[in-house]
């Protein structure tokens, strides 16, 4: 008898729909979930978490201003006034889940796209928008904010952070049990990142050192257009044991389960237990960024499935069933939103152009000799030229 002719890949392991079938599409089994799509409490036997009203209010107002913050970023790019913005719609709850589980002495290294954690860590907004417009390279102090600039090489800021984690170990403050002394550091990445030599690099150099590091990464389904189950045979915080360290899968449409795992992990990572892997299972309701068409790449119904889960929706659900909110403190928001709105837009609109020479500044913390002599050649460059100011024409001498 003549064996039967294996199905094409199939000598590379189990089928993708084995892998990502419909339960693992919507998280699997190990999913750590505290409230659910329709705004029900759950409990979770490893991550207890005790939020009082006035938190949950918090958590809700944060996701509500951060979702306008990036609508009214994505309409400012439509109209001409930013380059290019990266959108987070859908990820609400992953980054303020995240950003509210740090402490003060804690530092991110993020992406392109964590605004939201970057509203945790008190970034001007406006800051954002001066970053997207192209007027500074980001105009946020790291050092006072304990938030990186953003990072558009894809996966390099993991290698960043490790490296700082370690430094963290150097100076004393991992491990003392000092609540106000301890820190730890979040990267972010994206799932796409995450197929990246330098995450997988990062990886191994934070199981060796056990650095105090907490690998943030936000599977949002899709690498621009590539989906997930074409990058992974397996769920992706299953990778971690493969480096030495735990993994933990989370519902990153879920506020409350986020924050809980985010801040289980950063507490190892200070306590000196190393680094974890948090996987935010979520999905990107929008583009990839404003240059991209998603319609070309997934189909409407995952979409319409994955509205079905929306992070403020049920938190929505839950404050009003269980009457932590009232008409009132929605009302009182929505005016809120409206306000940073306007802020928003009037404040980008009036963001002034750069001189041309502050592009050398904030290249090195002290001056080189070889960038000093580029800064003077091109300023003896630009005093070559002479305007006219009565007709606001510049002439070459």
């Known amino acids: 008898m003549t064996a039967a002719t294996p199905a094409p890949g199939a000598e590379f392991g189990p089928d993708l729909a084995e892998v990502f079938g419909p339960s693992q ?5 190990d999913l750590v979930q505290l409230l659910t799509p329709e705004g029900e409490r759950v409990e979770h036997p490893d991550f207890a978490v005790d939020l009082s009203a006035d938190e949950l209010r918090g958590l809700y107002r944060d996701m509500v201003l951060v979702r306008r913050l990036d609508t009214e970023a994505t309409a400012l790019q439509r109209h001409g006034e930013l380059g290019i913005w990266a959108q987070l719609l859908g990820q609400e709850a992953a980054q303020i889940g995240a950003g509210r589980a740090l402490r003060r002495q804690d530092h991110v290294f993020p992406t392109y796209r964590e605004h939201g954690v970057a509203w945790c860590k008190g ?3 406006l800051d954002l928008l001066g970053l997207f417009r192209g007027v500074d390279q980001g105009a946020w102090d790291p050092a006072e904010f304990g938030f990186g600039l953003y990072t558009i090489v894809i996966g390099a800021q993991t290698l960043h952070a490790t490296g700082y984690a370690m430094g963290m170990q150097r100076d004393g403050v991992v491990g003392t049990g000092e609540p106000d002394r ?3 550091v979040l990267a972010h990445f994206g799932d796409g990142a995450s197929s990246q030599g330098d995450v997988n690099e990062a990886f191994i150099f934070a199981a060796s050192y ?3 590091v907490v690998f943030f990464c936000q599977n949002n389904q899709w690498a621009i257009s590539e989906p997930i189950e074409r990058q992974t045979r397996i769920p992706l915080y299953q990778r971690a044991l493969g480096f030495g360290f735990p993994g933990v899968r989370v519902d990153g449409n879920d506020v409350i389960a986020t924050y809980a795992v985010t801040k289980a992990a950063l507490q190892r990572a200070r306590d000196g237990q190393g680094p974890t892997l948090v996987e935010a299972y979520t999905y990107r309701m929008g583009a990839h960024t404003t240059t991209d068409d998603p319609t070309r790449y997934r189909m409407s119904e995952d979409v319409e499935h994955w509205k079905l889960k929306d992070p403020i929706a049920r938190v929505t659900a839950y404050l009003r069933r269980m009457g932590l909110a009232d008409d009132a403190f929605f009302a009182e928001l929505a005016d809120e939103a409206d306000d940073l709105g306007a802020k928003l837009r009037e404040g980008c609109k009036a963001l002034p152009d750069p001189d041309p020479m502050s592009m050398f500044e904030h290249v090195y913390a002290e001056q080189t000799a070889e960038l000093e002599a580029q800064r003077a050649a091109h300023q003896a460059y630009a005093e070559s030229f ?6 606001g024409t510049g002439a070459h001498r």
Do not use: S
Not at 386 to 391: A, C, N, Q, Y
């Open 210 to 212: 056990q650095a105090p």
């Open 123 to 125: 970034i001007d907004p």
């Open 25 to 29: 599409r919507d998280g699997g089994p």
């Open 386 to 391: 002479e305007t006219d100011h009565t007709t």
């Open 182 to 184: 301890d820190a730890a």
